[in-house]
């Protein structure tokens, strides 16, 4: 199992917050894939890749990262702190 | 090195009341709301990834520390809802030379703003949106590479 | 736009409490006495020109309004004698863009290194001198012309 | 009558922090040869003029810069603010 997190945008557009998900999905790209295919609002939170960050394990990653070992995976539009 | 997340506001003076002792020079920023370009925020909410943050913030304040000679830093983030004129964020350096102090304070603030696991979403009369992510701010990155 | 000369300590809190409204970003840098590079120091006095000092730093200010879009500036310099640790001068700058606030406040504290008609004497345990003028402060002006 | 004022290690070596001085010089350079004629102290204190700065009226200018109408004449170090 691994903990699917989702912040701002993304979070209102898949409509909640996390998630646990038991998935084979090798790489990021691939858990999106998967998700994506799951529901509609996947879909279109996933849309377009390019306003769209990953972090695993809390450290930011591209796309392909590998998720083997990863325990939590969270997706986020571009920080916009200070 | 102090780095703090939190919903409470924060008071400058009290933060400074013993920081930088012995440097001569300490510089600090305060990003206050303000209101929106269009007018009538009323508004401003934030949100961050609690397990990221501190290890993102730290990790920013490490990296300036390995490149200038800072007595001392000090980074503050508010999350939550904040009203117009409600202080964000502070960010604070001291060090022995002014130069440092400065470059090393917008360093952090370069970083901070899109590099540390924060959102922000705008309330106003006509609606909310998330603040988007600027080319300007990715750009400021890229000088200190 | 405010100046002050006064030998009274002054309080960054009460400085900024309605400093730079309405403005997202507010930059400030204070001036602290350290203790000589050679150890020892008892006291620094600061002497200054008074029929001058103000409408230098005035005109250091109004250069900056210029130059800057600045929703607010003030420079506090103090003068007399001084002990380690204590604060010399503060300027802070308020701005709707951080790199606004950030640039102004170096600019003034450039110009009031070398620009302002203060002059320093440190008294240590081994005797008194004069601080001399830097290169690297001169140096610093020209980045702006 | 002209006030010339001195400051910082100026003033230490002239020994007075203040003075006014009727004089026919018509620029700074010819006020600092009048003075550094009429006394050692002032003599060694403008010995080297690279190391002095002149206001006058409160308006820093060369030494070459005339005096007519001047009511007041500063000779200080660089300045060491900040």
């Known amino acids: ?82 | 090195m102090v780095v703090r997340v939190q919903a409470a506001d924060f008071d400058l003076a009290a933060e400074l009341s013993d920081f930088g002792l012995g440097a001569g020079a300490v510089v600090t920023f305060t990003g206050l709301v303000r209101d929106h370009d269009q007018g009538g925020l009323r508004e401003m909410l934030i949100e961050h990834y609690p397990a990221m943050t501190e290890p993102a913030l730290t990790a920013i304040e490490a990296r300036a520390k390995s490149r200038w000679n800072l007595a001392d830093s000090l980074i503050i983030h508010r999350f939550g809802a904040l009203k117009p004129g409600d202080r964000i964020m502070m960010v604070a350096t001291a060090a022995r030379h002014r130069g440092d102090a400065f470059q090393a304070a917008e360093f952090l603030m370069d970083y901070l703003k899109s590099r540390a696991p924060f959102w922000k979403k705008e309330i106003t009369d006509k609606g909310e949106s998330w603040v988007a992510a600027k080319d300007s701010d990715e750009a400021a990155i890229d000088r200190w590479s």
Do not use: H, N
Request: glycine share 4%.
């Open chain 1, 1 to 82: 199992m691994i903990d699917i997190l989702y912040f701002a945008w993304l979070r209102e557009r898949i409509g909640l917050p996390r998630e646990s998900l038991a998935t084979e999905a090798a790489t990021v790209a691939e858990l999106i894939a998967e998700l994506s295919m799951r529901e509609e609002r996947y879909r279109l939170a996933f849309s377009d890749l390019a306003a769209v960050r990953v972090a695993v394990d809390q450290t930011m990653v591209e796309f392909d990262a590998p998720l083997k070992g990863a325990r939590e995976v969270a997706f986020f539009p571009p920080m916009t702190g200070g």
